[in-house]
């Protein structure tokens, strides 16, 4: 197939070198190198953000990426890509008026809005995926969120013709903000277990234990960690005043010698790091799909809130725990007798890595994003989606 792949504001091309962990930008890498190596032919539509960028960039893994001129090009916030989104529309219709793809899979509420305005008209079904619903994060607290886009998600999932849910909880919300049942097909994010399984280096550590955690939900593992003797805590990504948060955290629970707050951290340094965690902990209500996977992928059991996308990827007492978002009690009474029992840590762990290869890598998920697909653009599996021409 010919698939058109758009994502605004986050540009697979750094990722091996200097993305932030767990982000939008590698999903959409990992998912179109995966399916250029299926032997689909896949263009990468993002937002300039450099005046250095070229116009166009064939990866190594061979499919390209195209750098719209929308807005300056400069790094700007996800949302703020909203006030350029004509530049970036009207680009990507004068493209696929002239070559048409078989579909155009978009990342993000700023990239549906985009695809499905650029494909009015056109022969060009729209696949959605959202990376998370404002709705959802509104109700969990953020008054941040544009009205904007709470009005645009509602439109993108009444115009889209396939939306991809990441779980089957964001399905559920989906479903509420009035998205067809029928349209909706659970597509898990993928982990590249060529670079995250178990064999590899792993840091070193100061103390006998380490638990790691996303900066999401950070703040909850750093006050249970005072009852949890003999470890560390390593605490991954999170912005300026996130990273400020969490060390004031740290040293009003008394606990700052034993937490490192690292920052943005390079995929190619992840699995290393992962490796050297007894426990991967993420605590957050409806945290990052991918970090728990990366963490599994890697044979580290994870203990994460039993929301979102954990309460698919985790199976509780087998591959790690699954506790109530929010209870500190329960977190503590689960992370420190798993701390010290080498056996179940890895026993979860092994039972952890055969999930992730079974069910989510990259090649499985690919797969099944193709699916979807040929379905969106009624090509019959059987046919070879690159001579359809619509």
Same mark, same amino acid.
């Given at each position: 197939?010919r698939i058109a792949v758009?994502?605004?504001?986050?540009?697979?091309?750094?990722?091996?070198?200097?993305?932030?962990?767990?982000?939008?930008?590698?999903?959409?890498?990992?998912?179109?190198?995966?399916?250029?190596?299926?032997?689909?032919?896949?263009?990468?539509?993002?937002?300039?953000?450099?005046?250095?960028?070229?116009?166009?960039?064939r990866t190594r893994s061979? $499919?390209?990426?195209?750098?719209?001129?929308?807005?300056?090009?400069? /790094?700007?916030?996800?949302?703020?890509?909203?006030?350029?989104?004509?530049?970036?529309?009207?680009?990507?219709?004068?493209?696929?008026?002239?070559?048409?793809?078989?579909?155009?899979?978009?990342?993000?509420?700023?990239?549906?809005v985009a695809s499905v305005?650029?494909?009015?008209?056109?022969?060009? /079904?729209?696949?959605?995926?959202?990376?998370?619903?404002?709705?959802?994060?509104?109700?969990?607290?953020?008054?941040?969120?544009?009205?904007?886009?709470?009005?645009?998600?509602?439109?993108?999932?009444?115009?889209?013709?396939?939306?991809?849910?990441?779980?089957?909880?964001?399905?559920?919300?989906?479903?509420?903000?009035?998205?067809?049942?029928?349209?909706?097909?659970?597509?898990? /994010?993928?982990?590249?277990?060529?670079?995250?399984?178990?064999?590899? /280096?792993?840091?070193?550590?100061?103390?006998?234990?380490?638990?790691?955690?996303?900066?999401?939900?950070?703040?909850?593992?750093?006050?249970?960690?005072?009852?949890?003797?003999?470890?560390?805590?390593?605490?991954?990504?999170?912005?300026?005043?996130?990273?400020?948060?969490?060390?004031?955290?740290?040293?009003?629970?008394?606990?700052?010698?034993?937490?490192?707050?690292?920052?943005?951290?390079?995929?190619?340094?992840?699995?290393?790091?992962?490796?050297?965690?007894?426990?991967?902990?993420?605590?957050?209500?409806?945290?990052?799909?991918?970090?728990?996977?990366?963490?599994?992928?890697?044979?580290?059991?994870?203990?994460?809130?039993?929301?979102?996308?954990?309460?698919?990827?985790?199976?509780?007492?087998?591959?790690?725990?699954?506790?109530?978002?929010?209870?500190?009690?329960?977190?503590?009474?689960?992370?420190?007798?798993?701390?010290?029992?080498?056996?179940?840590?890895?026993? $979860?762990?092994?039972?952890?890595?055969?999930?992730?290869?079974?069910?989510?890598?990259?090649?499985?998920?690919?797969?099944?994003?193709?699916?979807?697909?040929?379905?969106?653009?009624?090509?019959?599996?059987?046919?070879?989606?690159?001579?359809?021409?619509?």
């Open positions: 197939m758009v994502s605004a504001h986050a540009s697979p091309l750094p990722v091996l070198g200097d993305a932030e962990e767990g982000g939008q930008d590698v999903h959409v890498a990992d998912l179109a190198a995966a399916l250029t190596a299926d032997g689909h032919d896949v263009v990468v539509y993002t937002r300039r953000s450099s005046p250095r960028s070229p116009d166009v960039v061979g $499919y390209e990426v195209v750098h719209v001129p929308a807005g300056p090009p400069i /790094p700007i916030r996800p949302d703020e890509i909203l006030a350029h989104l004509d530049e970036f529309t009207q680009f990507l219709r004068a493209q696929w008026r002239v070559s048409p793809p078989d579909v155009a899979h978009a990342h993000y509420w700023t990239s549906g305005l650029a494909a009015n008209g056109l022969p060009v /079904p729209v696949v959605q995926t959202f990376h998370g619903l404002g709705a959802v994060a509104r109700q969990a607290g953020d008054e941040g969120v544009p009205e904007a886009r709470l009005t645009a998600e509602r439109l993108i999932g009444r115009q889209a013709t396939r939306v991809l849910a990441q779980c089957t909880e964001e399905k559920a919300h989906l479903v509420r903000v009035g998205v067809l049942r029928t349209r909706i097909a659970v597509v898990p /994010p993928g982990v590249d277990v060529t670079r995250f399984k178990p064999e590899g /280096p792993r840091l070193n550590r100061a103390l006998p234990h380490r638990l790691v955690a996303p900066a999401t939900g950070a703040e909850d593992v750093i006050t249970v960690l005072r009852t949890v003797r003999d470890a560390e805590l390593v605490v991954v990504g999170g912005r300026a005043e996130d990273v400020r948060r969490l060390r004031e955290r740290a040293r009003a629970s008394d606990v700052g010698d034993r937490v490192r707050l690292v920052g943005r951290v390079p995929q190619v340094a992840m699995p290393a790091l992962l490796r050297s965690a007894d426990v991967v902990v993420c605590a957050a209500e409806g945290g990052a799909a991918v970090t728990p996977l990366e963490a599994m992928a890697c044979g580290v059991p994870v203990v994460a809130a039993a929301t979102g996308a954990a309460t698919d990827t985790v199976v509780d007492g087998v591959t790690g725990r699954l506790v109530p978002p929010g209870d500190l009690r329960v977190l503590a009474r689960v992370l420190r007798p798993l701390l010290v029992d080498d056996a179940r840590r890895d026993a $979860y762990g092994v039972a952890a890595a055969d999930r992730v290869e079974a069910r989510y890598s990259t090649t499985r998920v690919a797969t099944e994003a193709v699916r979807v697909y040929r379905d969106a653009a009624g090509v019959p599996e059987t046919v070879d989606a690159s001579a359809h021409e619509g």
